[in-house]
């Protein structure tokens, strides 16, 4: 049985930082481009950082410079560096492959920003 699972969100205060991981069981990922996809309340559902299987990285210009994404593919885990947080940043966010998404979600991780 494949599955994506996260971790590794909380509650952070703004200009905090939290590293969260993506852990995939059931087959190897290594080969598939892998991103960090995020979902605010009332919002469509967004990818905020990519990286493929060579290692090269993509991110939306609203985290770009703040967070830092990686991969260790004989873990078969990626992870997500997040940096000077805002309450923007606020959403529940899930792993998934790129460019289209499996149909392998995980229940994702809620990262909070608040003061």
């Known amino acids: 049985q494949v599955q994506l699972v996260e971790s590794g969100g909380g509650l952070v205060q703004p200009g905090g930082s939290l590293r969260l991981s993506c852990a995939a069981s059931g087959r190897t990922f290594s080969f598939d481009g892998m991103g960090w996809y995020r979902q605010a309340p009332g919002k469509q559902r967004e990818l905020v950082a990519d990286?493929?299987?060579?290692?090269?990285?993509n991110y939306a210009d609203s985290v770009k410079g703040r967070f830092t994404i990686s991969r260790d593919n004989a873990k078969n885990t990626v992870y997500l560096q997040m940096n000077n947080l805002k309450f923007e940043d606020t959403a529940v966010y899930f792993c998934?492959?790129?460019?289209?998404?499996?149909?392998?979600w995980g229940q994702g991780t809620q990262v909070t920003v608040s003061s």
């Open positions: 990286i493929t299987s060579g290692g090269r990285r």
């Open positions: 998934n492959t790129v460019p289209s998404a499996s149909r392998f």
